[in-house]
C-alpha cells in the first residue's frame, strides 16, 4: 500500500470573490479519486469571512467574559456572535459554532491576515467543500473529494492537529463494525475517522505559519463516495458525555 500527498504550488494570497476550484485546477492536474484538502483560512477569505476589529462593539456580557479570560473583548464578542452553544466559559472560550463543530473561539484566527484583521470559520464548511467539488468537477470532468481543514486543539493532550470541518465527496468515517480482527472476534466499536486522519496528514505539508501552502492533494486512497457532509462524525447530544460532564462541572462550580 502506498499513497501520496502533493502541495498544490504557488497559491496566491487569497481575497473575497476569489474562485478557489479554478485556482487549484490551474495549478494541479488533478485526477479521479484523489482527496482535495484546504484550509478553512483561504476558504474563508474567498467567502469575505474577515473582520476588521475596530468594526466590533463588545456587549456587557463580552466584556465581562473578556475580562475574565484575559481576551480581547472585541475577539470575544465575535466568538459569541459565531457560537449555537457555549460548552466551557473559562479559563477559554469553548463552543458550538453554529454550524456544528466545537472548537475554541468559534475558529476565529488572527494568523495569516494582514492588518488589525481576523478571519472567521466558513459561514458553513460543508456547503464551502460541496461548492468547490462540484465547481472542480465542471471545470475539469474529475470525480475528486474536497475536505475543507482547521488546526484544532485537543482535550487531555497539548499540541494541534489538522481536523476536518467540512467535507464533500467522502465517507468522513471507515466503518469497521462487524468485521474481524486478527483471531475472528468482532469489531464493535471500531469507526474510524478518515476524514481527520486525512486533514492531520495534509496539516503536515501546509504548516502553520508562512509556508503559503493552504491546499493538499492526497492519492491513492480510495475513499470517494456521493456523500455530503460531516454530520455523522459529530455525537448525537444524547450520546455527547464529556459535554455533559463539563455541562454537570460548570454548574457545581457556580452553585
Ligand atoms: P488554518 O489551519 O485554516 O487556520 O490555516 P493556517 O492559518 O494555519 O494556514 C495554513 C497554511 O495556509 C499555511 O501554510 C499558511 O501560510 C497558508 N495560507 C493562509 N492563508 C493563505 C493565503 O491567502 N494564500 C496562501 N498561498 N497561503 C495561505
Ligand atoms: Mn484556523
Ligand atoms: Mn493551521
Known amino acids: 500500500m502506498n499513497i501520496s500527498l502533493f502541495t498544490v504550488p504557488d497559491i496566491p494570497l487569497i481575497h473575497e470573490g476569489d474562485d478557489i476550484a479554478a485556482i487549484v485546477c490551474e495549478r494541479f492536474d488533478l485526477q479521479d479519486r484523489d482527496i482535495v484538502i484546504i484550509v478553512s483560512t483561504i476558504v474563508a477569505k474567498a467567502e469575505g469571512r474577515i473582520i476588521e476589529l475596530s468594526d466590533v462593539t463588545p456587549s456587557d456580557r463580552a466584556l465581562a467574559i473578556a475580562e475574565q479570560n484575559d481576551r480581547d473583548p472585541r475577539i470575544v464578542q465575535m466568538v459569541l456572535d459565531e457560537s449555537k452553544e457555549i460548552i466551557l466559559k473559562f479559563p477559554f472560550l469553548l463552543v458550538e459554532t453554529q454550524n456544528g463543530n466545537v472548537c475554541v473561539n468559534a475558529g476565529i484566527d488572527g494568523s495569516n491576515i494582514d492588518g488589525d484583521r481576523v478571519v472567521l470559520l466558513p459561514e458553513d464548511s460543508d456547503r464551502s467543500?460541496?461548492?468547490i467539488r462540484e465547481e472542480i468537477f465542471a471545470l475539469t470532468a474529475r470525480k475528486v473529494s474536497v475536505i475543507v481543514t482547521d488546526t484544532n486543539g485537543r482535550a487531555f493532550r497539548d499540541g494541534q492537529t489538522g481536523v476536518a470541518i467540512g467535507v464533500s465527496g467522502i465517507t468522513p468515517t471507515r466503518d469497521w463494525r462487524g468485521q474481524c480482527d486478527l483471531f475472528?472476534?468482532?469489531l464493535e466499536v471500531a469507526n474510524e475517522a478518515v476524514v481527520d486522519e486525512i486533514a492531520g496528514a495534509a496539516?503536515?505539508?501546509?504548516g502553520?505559519?508562512?509556508?503559503?501552502?493552504p491546499v493538499v492533494v492526497v492519492r491513492g486512497l480510495d475513499f470517494y463516495a456521493e456523500h455530503e457532509g460531516l454530520r455523522p462524525i459529530h455525537f448525537p447530544r444524547s450520546e455527547d458525555v464529556i459535554r455533559d460532564a463539563i455541562a454537570h462541572a460548570s454548574t457545581q462550580e457556580t452553585g
Open 203 to 206: 496539516n503536515l505539508l501546509f
Open 208 to 213: 502553520e505559519g508562512c509556508d503559503g501552502t
Open 184 to 186: 475472528g472476534k468482532v
Open 129 to 131: 467543500a460541496k461548492e
